[in-house]
């Protein structure tokens, strides 16, 4: 049996690779074949041997079995802009048959896959479609980072409705605490733990320094 799970966030630059990279090792400790899969991203660096984007070489680095980068992350693009805007302006078309032909290949190779999306839950891939979509068409279920900030509490509510809306499983949600000080962080979970649904997986706290972290530490739960 594989295990495939969607990573989706409240917001665009709210953790959920960091998030990703934990689950990752979680996973791996209790024995499975683990991979990171990012299908789309942008915000990236051209260097002598490529286009490297710090998403999936986080995303590469946590995963137990070894990828080559262009199997972590099929389409890429420089700038940090949403992907339909540059596919459009690079004449270069998102295709959901070569995200899903990317999953295939991964799921070949490891039987506990974490597929990262791009921004919130109705990022676009096109004028067409957004990820949501494909999330659909592979019946993935999905876990969803909340950012604890102001504005989470609505932007959670929201997401996890669109979620369920798509008649998709949400297998929990993550609270991840992007400020170094906010003395009403504990309000907004117990506020959320009234109105979502999905089970709370565990509270990441913030790091200074995400380097060197102690993942023992850090109490989350697999769905």
Known sequence: MI???FITGTDTNIGKTFVSSILLQKATQVGYNTAGYKPVSSGSKKESYGIINNDTV????????TLSYKEVNPITFVESAPPHILSQVQKKTIQMKELSLGLKNIAT??????IEGAGGWYTPLSYNHTFSDWVKKEQLTVIMIVGIKLGCINHAILTEKA????????GGWIAN???P???YHIYYIQTLLNY????????????YNKNHINIETIKIRLP
Do not use: A, E
């Open 196 to 207: 979502i649904k999905s089970p709370l997986l565990g509270i990441i706290p913030y790091f």
């Open 181 to 183: 000080n906010d003395r």
């Open 163 to 170: 979620i369920l809306s798509d008649k998709l499983r949400c």
């Open 109 to 114: 190779k490891s039987n506990w896959i974490l």
């Open 58 to 65: 986080i995303l590469k680095k946590n995963s137990s079995i």
């Open 177 to 179: 605490y992007i400020l």
């Open 3 to 5: 295990k495939k799970f």
